[in-house]
């Protein structure tokens, strides 16, 4: 009963994609099926922390990604946010809990003979647009700066006489 309202409220309310619903809706099933089977009395008022915590260690047990296992406790978060307004429960169990750590990739690289191709050959037509990304392209990798710092730039940013650019972080 409370999962539905939880998921109507998802689709009126705030307005959340179909996707969004469905992928709430199977975290919540999940842990109820989980809940049950530990103790078929329980239901979610009687959930605390060492429920969730053991529940997000069987996920990962279960072969689950971090980023898998974050979306799903991000789920339960959100519905027990939802269950404190309407005053269904007294706690989050949830709230202080935070996901497993994603592993970090490491970044791509373009090696410099294939940057060259790419500068050097005829893949930037010879219009405004194909200028514009070749030189884009020639920017960030010349300087190394951040995608965001190239859409700071403004023509008072660039310095043509000394060949520079002022570049701020924000």
């Not at 999962?3 to 996707?19: G, H, I, M, Q, T």
């Not at 922390?49 to 260690?57: E, G, I, N, Q, S």
């Not at 005053?87 to 690289?109: C, I, M, R, Y």
């Not at 790419?118 to 700066?145: A, H, M, V």
Request: include cysteine; aromatic fraction near 10%; charge should be negative.
């Amino acid at each position: 009963m409370w999962v539905d309202d939880f998921l109507a409220y998802l689709e009126s309310e705030r307005n959340c994609s179909k996707l969004t619903v469905i992928t709430y809706q199977t975290a919540l099933e999940e842990f109820g099926r989980d809940l049950k089977a530990r103790d078929e009395s329980l239901d979610w008022a009687d959930v605390d922390a060492d429920l969730v915590r053991d529940w997000m260690v069987e996920l990962m047990a279960q072969g689950n990604t971090p980023r898998t296992v974050c979306k799903k406790l991000s789920a339960l978060k959100t519905f027990y946010r939802f269950l404190l307004q309407r005053g269904k429960v007294e706690k989050d169990p949830a709230h202080s809990l935070q996901g497993p750590k994603k592993e970090k990739t490491l970044p791509q690289f373009v090696r410099e003979t294939e940057m060259d191709q790419l500068l050097d050959g005829n893949y930037f037509p010879d219009t405004l647009e194909g200028k514009r990304d070749r030189l884009i392209l020639l920017i960030l990798y010349s300087t190394g700066i951040r995608r965001s710092e190239l859409y700071g730039l403004d023509w008072k940013d660039v310095e043509m006489e000394q060949r520079q650019l002022k570049v701020r972080s924000e």
